[in-house]
């Protein structure tokens, strides 16, 4: 790969300068850390390869070789160019980009004429204008790209949106608008070396014995299910006769359970380690029983307090660390306050004897400023941003990423949820059509590169769900897609690692810092009409990683 390092040694990386109102500076630097290219806010005493404008405001238009304009509003630009705005919405638009549908949340327009592998779906008028000489291209796009980055890093996307990663394809339509434009662009993708995405398997821990359950909404929810529901199950052809059997059987033995002559078939949720045969997932445990804990408005619901604490649970949970899992905070009040999120951190901290610790919100509770509230707190990181009804990206994203509230804080978004893909009053999926919805996902993850982050909560693979044959194949399918399994930790480590990768001027040095023991980082170099240039950045220099020679 010795054109990667010519590049890097004559200085031709192409670098973006980047104009912006000054109330999405952060969003913008957000956004370049997922979308990991060489940019800069504009200087005005520099010339760009790229110019991206997303204001309107006045800008020296000979600035750059590729001018890129963003707006969902007629600007001053549009009527210096004489360009036509066909019209002019908020939000519920679909652009199709190449086939691909990306929603619109913020202002989009759209315009008179022809051309354009951006359009309206619905209208079929294009979103984009391009303009081609000898010496520039311009576009103008017809909607804020950094809005558009915001709505979804914030608000998020409908559950009807689920299934679009957004963010990456506003990533993957810049690509292409500057490689397309005869500039080559260079990139760390978020692909670990040797692998081609990330995936955690995690599992909330809401029922670990069934024992502490006695005519209780969960006791009976569960005998109803496991006789009735089973039944009905077996009818529609949602479960083997062998599986009713097992949970016709379960139902039976439960007042056995409670004598203590049987055993307790909740309580073996560490046997997802054997299930697991090695690989390591995250366990989010809740820190205290008997506290439903508040939502925003007022006390929660008295279900949503936990029949057990982090503490009963403690020889489990050090079986599973020897076993090399990570356990979490799956928090109560963490979400609202960062004193609760303190103490809840500290129990956790208290039972496992590790400093930094995750967490996932008990019912993915959640709101604006929990990121900043657990980031107070001390979390090391959150994974509660997802669906409780269904299944994709909320956040529009593959990646795992700072939210605007936070200084260090990662989220890793939650993508898949067993109890989404089958609850009857969620998606209520038949396996066949589960391992579809779940197969996009991984599809995607091959696509853009990210994290598949699962959920299996403990008894999902006891009676009465046994979801067990499922999850089996999920992770199969994971690994024969090219998934480097990692905890919720180490996964967000190497985003940690991915983001301290700096650009040091257009000279090209690219540094980054070590995370010992995660997998590379890797660089590519797009170029028109070429296959992507792909290389390791690798070899410790004084605590430094540089580009080299070395290539696969
Ligand atoms: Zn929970």
């Not at 969003?27 to 010339?47: G, I």
């Not at 080559?184 to 502490?212: K, N, Q, W």
């Not at 307790?264 to 997932?281: A, H, I, P, Q, V």
Request: proline share 5%; charged share 20%.
């Amino acid at each position: 790969m010795v054109s990667c390092l010519r590049q890097f040694e004559e200085g031709s990386l192409a670098m973006i300068g980047v104009i912006a109102n000054p109330t999405e500076l952060a969003v913008v630097r957000e956004f370049f850390e997922l979308f990991k290219t060489p940019w800069e806010f504009c200087r005005s005493d520099r010339k760009y390869e790229v110019l991206v404008c997303a204001t309107d405001s006045n800008f020296n238009k000979n600035a750059a070789k590729v001018l890129l304009i963003y707006g969902g509003q007629k600007l001053t630009f549009d009527s210096e160019e004489n360009i036509d705005i066909a019209s002019q919405r908020k939000g519920n638009r679909v652009l199709s980009y190449n086939g691909t549908g990306i929603p619109i949340y913020g202002d989009c327009v759209t315009f008179r004429g022809e051309g354009g592998f951006l359009r309206d779906q619905e209208s079929q008028l294009p979103a984009i204008r391009l303009r081609q000489s000898s010496e520039m291209v311009v576009a103008r796009i017809g909607y804020n790209l950094f809005g558009e980055v915001r709505a979804l890093l914030t608000a998020g996307q409908p559950a009807a949106n689920a299934a679009i990663p957004a963010l990456e394809l506003h990533i993957a339509v810049l690509r292409d608008l500057i490689v397309m434009s005869g500039v080559s662009l260079t990139e760390i993708p978020p692909v670990p070396d040797g692998y081609r995405f990330i995936a955690c398997l995690t599992h909330d821990v809401d029922h670990p014995s069934i024992r502490l359950h006695k005519f209780d909404h969960t006791m009976f929810g569960f005998l109803y299910r496991a006789i009735l529901g089973s039944l009905c199950n077996v009818v529609c052809g949602r479960m083997s006769f062998h599986n009713l059997l097992i949970n016709w059987a379960a139902a039976v033995k439960v007042p056995f359970v409670h004598l203590g002559i049987a055993r307790d078939f909740w309580y073996e949720f560490d046997s997802y380690t054997k299930l697991e045969k090695g690989l390591r997932s995250s366990f989010f445990v809740i820190p205290f029983k008997g506290r439903p804990g508040r939502t925003g408005s007022g006390p929660a619901p008295s279900r949503r307090a936990s029949p057990y604490g982090a503490n009963e649970i403690a020889e489990h949970v050090r079986k599973l660390m020897s076993a090399g899992c990570e356990i979490g905070l799956h928090g109560i009040d963490a979400w609202f306050e960062s004193t609760e999120g303190r103490e809840e951190l500290e129990e956790i901290r208290r039972i496992t004897g590790k400093s930094d610790i995750g967490v996932r919100m008990h019912w993915l509770y959640f709101r604006e400023q929990t990121p900043g509230t657990l980031e107070k707190a001390g979390a090391n990181y959150d994974s509660t941003v997802g669906y409780n009804e269904t299944v994709g990206y909320r956040a529009g994203t593959t990646q795992a990423y700072k939210p605007l509230e936070a200084n260090q804080l990662l989220e890793l978004p939650l993508h898949i949820m067993d109890t989404a893909l089958f609850f009857p009053g969620h998606l209520h999926l038949f396996p066949k059509e589960a391992s579809k919805r779940v197969g996009a996902i991984i599809d995607n993850a091959v696509r853009f590169g990210g994290v598949v982050t699962v959920n299996w909560h403990d008894r999902s693979i006891a009676p009465e769900r046994l979801w067990g044959d499922f999850y089996l194949q999920l992770i199969d399918e994971l690994k024969n897609k090219g998934a480097w399994i990692a905890t919720a930790a180490e996964a967000v480590s190497w985003f940690r690692k991915r983001r301290s990768a700096t650009f040091e001027g257009l000279g090209g040095e690219l540094t980054a810092e070590i995370g010992a023991d995660l997998p590379g980082l890797r660089l590519i170099v797009h170029t028109r009409g070429k296959a992507p240039q792909d290389s390791l950045i690798n070899g410790a220099v004084s605590g430094l990683a540089r580009p080299s020679l070395d290539t696969k």
